[in-house]
């Protein structure tokens, strides 16, 4: 609070500073106020300095216009009396018995500026750039109402924030209790804020943000590795709708592992949907150098299968598929590299009319799995 006067030294700003003390401990003191109610010129003008400068200063002093109430419980001084403004000065003791005020008035000179406590914060709070980037590179957004139900079913805690249409929240019932249990966000939205959650139309109603699954090496991988096992690779299969679509032959048919020079791509949004839930029970193998890789699973007791319509392929039908097995895949369009092919023990291709030069890959991959099974597991 601050007002201005006109004093003998010119003019000042008062300041209204709370008192640290508890006014309830200090002593009244008897008023200065001589009997007749009249003071020297030196007193009056000293009083119309702490008071409101108002015309007739003498109606001031005789009645005592400024006076204040008790103070309330937390111990401010409440004016009483009409035309009183929370502008007007409050003395360090009222007019009539002297009892002691938690407010103690303090001058300083017109212009002069209030000392800062403190400088205060400012600006916006900053994220560090280099933190919010590979934070990003730590998550993933997938959608589709099958695939967040298998990841909440396996695993909740990576589930960073969550958004549902409406319609779909009371198939969610049991995920939204867990959320709001552990404090993980989530939101009920419409149509369009869904799309943009999701980046895609074809969400499915529910979107998770989550912590992405770090890709094994293959030493990580064969520690665990069962006695019998197979393992597909991926060769410059990127496509992630045909990517999930062997995600989900993978699941159905009880093979873990997916070697893949990026498997970054098991993690895409478009695959975890394509793989309705089948994602969650598939473990990436990282592959920087694809040939090396494959001469490690060689060297741990593995048969390298390679696929293949050329001459010297086996039939599917007439091949008898190892129990532990590495089944190596290529893109449709030009196969396995000659490289690759080198590198199997054998190589095998699924017969058919001839009408089509070869099946979608995801499609030969559920057909070559599920006669493995049938073989070993079925």
């Not at 943009?196 to 992405?212: M, P, S, Y």
């Not at 092919?341 to 979608?360: A, K, P, R």
Request: hydrophobic share 30%; with cysteine; net charge positive.
């Amino acid at each position: 609070m601050n007002d201005s006067y006109e004093g003998k030294n010119g003019k000042v700003k008062v300041m209204y500073v709370r008192s640290e003390d508890n006014a309830d401990n200090k002593p009244k003191k008897p008023s200065r106020r001589p009997e007749n109610g009249r003071g020297d010129n030196r007193n009056d003008k000293s009083r119309d300095n702490r008071r409101d400068n108002r015309d007739d200063k003498n109606r001031d002093n005789r009645r005592g216009d400024n006076k204040f109430s008790r103070r309330d419980d937390r111990g401010a001084g409440k004016p009483s009396g009409r035309g009183t403004s929370r502008n007007e000065s409050k003395p360090s003791r009222d007019s009539e018995g002297g009892s002691f005020s938690p407010w103690k008035t303090v001058s300083r000179p017109a212009g002069e500026e209030a000392a800062k406590e403190h400088d205060g914060i400012t600006g916006k709070s900053q994220i560090d750039p280099e933190q919010l980037r590979r934070q990003r590179l730590e998550e993933t957004r997938i959608y589709g109402e099958n695939a967040c139900q298998a990841m909440f079913k396996n695993r909740p805690d990576a589930i960073v924030r969550a958004w549902f249409l409406q319609d779909v929240t009371l198939r969610f019932r049991d995920a939204l209790k867990w959320m709001a249990a552990n404090r993980k966000a989530y939101h009920v939205v419409e149509e369009e804020e869904m799309v943009k959650a999701a980046r895609t139309d074809h969400h499915g109603g529910v979107c998770f943000l989550i912590k992405k699954r770090v890709g094994h090496d293959a030493e990580t991988y064969l520690k665990d590795a069962p006695e019998h096992d197979c393992v597909l690779a991926l060769e410059d299969v990127g496509n992630p709708h045909n990517v999930g679509a062997i995600m989900r032959s993978c699941a159905h048919f009880g093979v873990k592992g997916v070697i893949s020079p990026d498997s970054a791509v098991l993690e895409s949004g478009a695959a975890v949907r394509t793989a309705e839930g089948g994602a969650e029970y598939i473990q990436g193998i990282d592959a920087d150098n694809f040939a090396q890789t494959l001469d490690k699973f060689k060297k741990a007791g593995y048969t390298l299968v390679a696929t293949s319509s050329h001459k010297g392929s086996v039939p599917l039908s007439k091949a008898q598929l190892p129990a532990k097995m590495v089944l190596i895949i290529g893109q449709e369009k030009d196969g396995l590299s000659e490289g690759t092919l080198n590198q199997g023990d054998m190589s095998i291709y699924i017969g058919g009319t001839g009408h089509v030069e070869s099946l979608n890959v995801s499609v030969a991959s559920g057909v070559l799995l599920a006669e493995w099974w049938r073989q070993h597991k079925g």
